[in-house]
T-cell receptor, first 110, second 113 residues
């Protein structure tokens, strides 16, 4: 069964304290892995798409990487405005559907 | 550019009532979908559409109906509301069917009493 697991569930960081969020997946043939950011009361906002192992994408303080079993979202020197829930989703095989993880809730304190 | 617009933002229903959640996108996207988001469960796909006139079931379709008569609109109908359908509902759209990031609306918060 296709599955996506995110860890940790919650993460508290001091401003400037770098860390990583994990998304591990089990799917039959990965077509794409997606990272989203979700602020309270809002819909998910697209961040990155990764398609193959070894691929990396960067945007400001965020960097996403992909292996055959997991993806990491690295946050370098985070700021309070990076506080949000980060969601990972995969699209597998010949399906038209996305499978979402339950997210990591990140809080960055000044 | 409005993107994906969902109405209403909040709704309270009584058990057994029916209602329609509206979703419209102005990006000429082929693919549209409906999700529900519940605490600790992540986003779960209810129904999706790969183009006007074509719809299919997702992971949790029971109790919901959809139709896609135009490219822009994809309404979700609750036939007879149940407390288990209390959730936050998100509509999303994407350029293509596969490998494309989805753009989400800001959700409808629905409570069934």
């Amino acid at each position: 069964e296709d599955q996506v697991t995110q860890s940790p569930e919650a993460l508290r960081l001091q401003e400037g304290e770098s860390s990583s969020l994990n998304c591990s997946y089990t799917v039959s043939g990965l077509r794409g892995l997606f990272w989203y950011r979700q602020d309270p009361g809002k819909g998910p906002e697209f961040l990155f798409t990764l398609y193959s192992a070894g691929e990396e994408k960067e945007k400001e303080r965020l960097k996403a990487t992909l292996t055959k079993k997991e993806s990491f979202l690295h946050i370098t020197a985070p700021k309070p405005e990076d506080s949000a829930t980060y969601l990972c989703a995969v699209q597998a095989g010949n399906t038209d559907k996305l499978i979402f993880g339950t997210g990591t809730r990140l809080q960055v304190f000044p | 550019n409005a993107g994906v617009t969902q109405t209403p933002k909040f709704q309270v229903l009584k058990t057994g009532q029916s209602m329609t959640l509206q979703c419209a996108q102005d990006m000429n996207h082929e693919y549209m979908s409906w999700y529900r988001q519940d605490p600790g469960m992540g986003l779960r796909l209810i129904h999706y559409s790969v183009g006007a006139g074509i719809t299919d079931q997702g992971e949790v379709p029971n109790g919901y109906n959809v139709s896609r008569s135009t490219t822009e609109d994809f309404p979700l109908r609750l036939l007879s509301a149940a407390p288990s359908q209390t959730s936050v509902y998100f509509c999303a759209s994407s350029q293509g069917v596969r490998d494309q990031p989805q753009h989400f609306g800001d959700g409808t918060r629905l409570s069934i009493l």
